[in-house]
């Protein structure tokens, strides 16, 4: 059964991918609509050397950008979660940025910064440090009362109760939140690099796209995804290391 759980992304992965060119192959579908993964397989091997020049500053955009989120995300959220006053008033502003939507702070970034890096990794840190922040801060704020007031009873302060039981209960959450940072990180990067950027997997997409050379696009989409799986998988693995405890007993533990 579980030589099957391992087996089966890639069995369905196949699949998909089998349908896909059957029905491209099929209907006669033109590759500047839906390229084949055939087609879009030959543009990943011709074009491999370009794709790896531009993927690099992607991967090195959104890395500087979701570093900048866990630090701030982090410490916003021991901050938030360890106070109610601060959780009360800091809370409702963080709903209110993350709302704002960031295609839309790109040019200003630009108009600040310059087109090229700097712009792509504060747009990535800001699509990501928002899950981070509320996660520990949730972890934080949700501590029972009854076992604050025991430690508190001991002669715990405020901040042995954060560092010895907050900050190990709120792992759980902080692992689950990098996680979906990470993938949100290359959604980040590659909006700033289509909008305003000389170089990046976002940058090849768009002159790829006005060439109507639509298989390199989706090569392109293809290196992100890949890239993203590669991310999470690297923090599923450190979640199950470290944060096994929170999950023994479950049927469906991550990545189990």
């Not at 084949?36 to 531009?54: C, D, G, K, R, T």
Request: hydrophobic share 55%; charged share 10%; net charge positive.
């Amino acid at each position: 059964m579980k030589n099957l759980d391992r087996i089966a992304p890639y069995a369905v992965g196949l699949l998909l991918l089998l349908v896909w060119e059957i029905a491209c192959s099929a209907f006669k579908v033109p590759s500047f609509v839906l390229p084949s993964p055939m087609e879009i397989a030959v543009a990943l091997y011709q074009n491999i050397y370009v794709i790896w020049f531009h993927s690099s500053q992607t991967l090195l955009t959104t890395l500087g950008g979701f570093v900048l989120a866990v630090i701030f995300g982090t410490g916003l959220g021991v901050a938030v979660g360890s106070s109610r006053m601060a959780y009360s008033s800091l809370y409702p502003l963080l709903i209110g940025f993350n709302s704002v939507p960031k295609v839309a702070i790109v040019p200003v970034l630009v108009v600040w910064f310059g087109i090229g890096i700097v712009p792509a990794v504060l747009t990535a840190f800001m699509l990501s440090f928002f899950p981070i922040a509320v996660n520990v801060a949730t972890g934080l704020a949700t501590i029972e009362p009854e076992l604050r007031d025991v430690l508190r009873s001991l002669g715990a302060s405020q901040t042995d109760v954060v560092r010895k039981v907050g900050i190990p209960r709120s792992l759980p959450y902080l692992f689950a939140s990098l996680k979906i940072s990470i993938t949100l990180s290359f959604v980040g990067s590659v909006i700033s690099e289509t909008l305003a950027s000389n170089r990046g997997i976002g940058t090849l997409m768009t002159q790829a796209s006005a060439n109507f050379k639509i298989p390199l696009v989706f090569a392109g989409l293809v290196v992100i995804a890949f890239m993203g799986i590669a991310m999470y998988a690297v923090f599923a693995a450190a979640e199950r290391r470290m944060t096994g405890w929170a999950v023994r007993g479950s049927n469906f533990a991550v990545g189990g």
